[in-house]
């Protein structure tokens, strides 16, 4: 089967780092996606991943291990506009489908 | 530059009818990508289009399909609606195609499809 797995919620407090993981089993793998959505927004791209290894950008960070199945979405100096749900995609169903993940929320404090 | 368009913002039919929706996209992008997202089933992706030809297809009944025309604006068809159909309709554009490392895309602000 086809399975994405990202923490339901996670809590960080303002200017500290956070990790949020992504585990998948997909027939097939062409890329990963990272996007970021506000309550009421639509979403917005963070990063898509295609080889392993470490992508940054800004206080964002994304890093892939194909052979492990996994990647994870590094965010630093957090701020309270951070706080949002973060999905996690997988390119790689069939006839090119994204597989979703079903989000994680994180909450920024103060 | 002007964002990602879509048209109508809102929307409301009836069980049984049809509903078209419309995507602009970026000015120079040629591939746009469509997806429903509703709190049951959350974000899921329907079809990526690209010069016109679909390349990229979610799993979702023939009800739903979709066309790209020559200045790559896009346009999204679902016949028979369904309550279930209810949903955020989003589309996003994009310069090229997916696979490429320096992939980006680009958000419109969804349609809100209502059904009766």
């Known amino acids: 089967g086809q399975n994405i797995d990202q923490p339901t919620e996670m809590t960080a407090t303002e200017g500290a780092i956070v990790q949020i993981n992504c585990t998948y089993q997909?027939?097939?793998?062409?890329?990963l996606f990272w996007y970021q959505q506000h309550a009421g927004e639509a979403p917005t791209f963070l990063s898509y991943?295609?080889?392993?290894g470490l992508e940054e950008k800004g206080r964002f960070s994304s890093f892939l291990s194909r052979s492990k199945g996994y990647s994870y979405l590094l965010l630093k100096e957090l701020q309270m506009k951070d706080s949002a749900s973060y999905l996690c995609?997988?390119?790689?169903?069939?006839?090119?489908?994204?597989?979703f993940g079903k989000g994680t929320k994180l909450s920024v404090k103060p | 530059k002007a964002g990602v368009t879509q048209t109508p913002r809102y929307l409301i039919k009836t069980r049984g009818q049809q509903v078209t929706l419309s995507c602009s996209p970026i000015?120079?992008?040629?591939?746009v990508s469509w997806y429903q997202q509703t709190p049951g089933q959350g974000l899921q992706f329907l079809f990526e289009?690209?010069?016109?030809?679909?390349?990229n297809k979610g799993n979702f009944p023939g009800r739903f399909s979709g066309r790209q025309f020559s200045n790559s604006r896009s346009e999204m068809n679902v016949s028979t609606l369904e309550l279930g159909d209810s949903a955020l309709y989003l589309c996003?554009?994009?310069?090229?195609?997916?696979?490429?490392?320096?992939?980006?895309?680009?958000f419109g602000p969804g349609t809100r499809l209502t059904v009766t």
């Open positions: 996003a554009s994009s310069l090229g195609v997916r696979a490429m490392p320096t992939y980006e895309q680009y």
């Open positions: 997909t027939s097939g793998f062409n890329g």
């Open positions: 991943n295609v080889l392993d």
């Open positions: 995609a997988v390119d790689g169903g069939s006839q090119g489908n994204l597989i």
């Open positions: 000015s120079g992008h040629r591939s």
């Open positions: 289009y690209f010069s016109e030809t679909q390349r």
